[in-house]
């Protein structure tokens, strides 16, 4: 079945760090992968999606990277600030291309950011 | 553009009653999904609807419908309310079926009793 794995659960970094979070996918189908972010009473936000077209994609201190073959992709946070504190979930679905956006969501990771 | 929005942010129900939840996409985005968060399953996909259809359905049971209008905003019902339908529920629009990019609501927390 379309599961998405996602590691760690929790992660504490200090201001100016780098932070990364992997996920795994089943689906081979899968070509659309966003990145949430939602902090603690709030809206998931998108911060950045790649397409299964693409390896890699950056925007600022945000980076996200995807492995087709191993079915993998990892969210990169470089310069951590303490205002990057938030739940973030990663997600995979087959919407590039029109079959469904139905979005397959990850477990979530804590990430703490320590002044 | 204003952002996606949901009626009502909070609501407290009994177990059996029923419940209807709206959720108005941003101008201009014809498909609307729904999606159940909650702290043991995480986000799990309930629906999706694109021109008043629904074209996908996830894994809950028949007490959980949709629906669409002709203007794009959803509405989603639960009949039969159970303590574990307590959650926040999120809707997400996007500007076209064949459109990946979704954008969240603020979502409607929902506290069975």
């Known amino acids: 079945g379309e599961n998405v794995e996602q590691h760690p659960s929790t992660l504490s970094v200090q201001e100016g760090d780098s932070a990364v979070i992997k996920c795994t996918y089943s689906?081979?189908?899968?070509?659309?992968f966003p990145w949430y972010k939602q902090e603690l009473g709030k809206r998931p936000q998108l911060i950045i999606d790649?397409?299964?077209?693409?390896g890699e994609k950056k925007d600022q201190r945000i980076a996200v990277t995807l492995n087709k073959t191993a079915k993998h992709f990892s969210l990169h946070i470089t310069e951590t600030q303490p205002e990057d504190s938030a739940v973030y979930f990663c997600?995979?679905?087959?919407?590039?291309?029109?079959?469904?956006?139905?979005?397959?969501f990850g477990t979530g990771t804590l990430l703490a950011v320590q002044p | 553009k204003a952002g996606v929005t949901q009626t009502p942010r909070y609501l407290i129900k009994t177990r059996g009653q029923q419940v209807t939840l709206s959720c108005s996409p941003i101008s201009g985005h014809r498909s609307v999904s729904w999606y159940q968060q909650t702290p043991g399953q995480g986000l799990q996909f309930l629906f999706e609807?694109?021109?008043?259809?629904?074209?996908n359905k996830g894994n809950f049971p028949g007490r959980f419908s949709g629906r669409q209008f002709s203007n794009s905003r959803s509405e989603m019902n639960v009949s039969t309310l159970e303590l574990g339908d307590s959650a926040l529920y999120l809707c997400?629009?996007?500007?076209?079926?064949?459109?990946?990019?979704?954008?969240f609501g603020p979502g409607t927390r929902l506290t069975v009793l």
């Open positions: 609807y694109f021109s008043e259809t629904q074209r």
């Open positions: 997400a629009s996007s500007k076209d079926f064949h459109t990946d990019t979704q954008y």
């Open positions: 689906d081979s189908a899968s070509n659309y």
């Open positions: 997600a995979a679905s087959k919407g590039y291309g029109g079959a469904t956006n139905k979005l397959i």
């Open positions: 790649i397409r299964s077209n693409v």
